[in-house]
């Protein structure tokens, strides 16, 4: 019987060892935090439409709503509400715009109410290199400066004759470009938009365009030194980075 007692006392402390530690446990599934999420921009004014029209073209930079009282305006845009947002019509208009303006150029974006800008038609005439119509403040008729276009080359490795049309140069969005006196002083700057298109206003004098670094170019485009004339026109350049592909 003493045996038996033994046999069954041994045979309870190891059920209880594997019920109570003995065995491992099964692991617990992580937590997670979410990210949070940025909070969704809401587009309930005129005023918010068009700052992000005006942010689409450096070439909308500075232009002021249209004023029906003010005569020889130039440039201007219009807001004008829909089912789902806003319309804004932007104008750029130059030739004798005291009398109306011989030429106009006209945008017509759609923002809806989330903040989303849609590109919807463009007419008239090619805005010309030396017509910065309004920006800087001036609703007079246009304003002299300095405009082109900042590309990025070579795009492959080996450059071929005749050019390969899909080796062309890239167009690089982004691009600061200031703009210094003679006594070195900056009296502005610009930046480059999606098609690498540039503008910006100045008046007459000598001056200094100095290309600004781009992340993930190796080099640099040199500065160009111009005159802007008393009377016009402006000037165009193109400004050419380095890639680093050789």
Not at 196 to 220: H, K, N, R
Not at 226 to 239: A, L, S
Request: glycine letters at 14%; hydrophobic letters at 35%.
């Amino acid at each position: 019987m003493k045996t038996i007692a033994l046999l069954l006392a041994t045979l309870a402390v190891l059920v209880a060892a594997c019920t109570t530690g003995g065995g491992s446990t099964a692991p617990t599934a992580p937590t997670t935090t979410p990210l949070p999420t940025s909070p969704s921009i809401t587009v309930t004014t005129p005023e918010e439409a068009a700052r992000l029209v005006l942010a689409v073209d450096s070439r909308f930079r500075g232009i002021a709503p249209l004023d029906p009282d003010l005569i020889g305006q130039a440039a201007w845009y219009r807001v004008t509400p829909t089912a789902n947002g806003f319309e804004v019509v932007v104008r750029i208009g130059w030739g004798d715009c005291p009398s109306g303006c011989i030429d106009e150029h006209l945008w017509t974006y759609q923002v809806t109410s989330d903040g989303a800008v849609g590109y919807v038609d463009e007419q008239g005439p090619t805005v010309p290199p030396d017509v910065i119509g309004g920006i800087g403040g001036n609703p007079g008729g246009g304003e002299l400066g300095v405009s082109g276009r900042v590309t990025a080359g070579p795009t492959c490795p080996v450059m071929r004759n005749p050019p390969d049309p899909g080796c062309a140069d890239r167009p690089v969005a982004g691009a600061v470009l200031i703009v210094t006196d003679n006594a070195g002083r900056e009296v502005a700057r610009g930046t480059s938009d999606t098609n690498g298109d540039f503008a910006i206003p100045l008046q007459p004098g000598q001056y200094v365009l100095t290309p600004q670094p781009v992340g993930g170019l190796m080099g640099t485009a040199q500065p160009v030194d111009f005159t802007i004339g008393e009377g016009g026109p402006g000037v165009t350049f193109d400004i050419a980075y380095d890639t680093g592909i050789r």
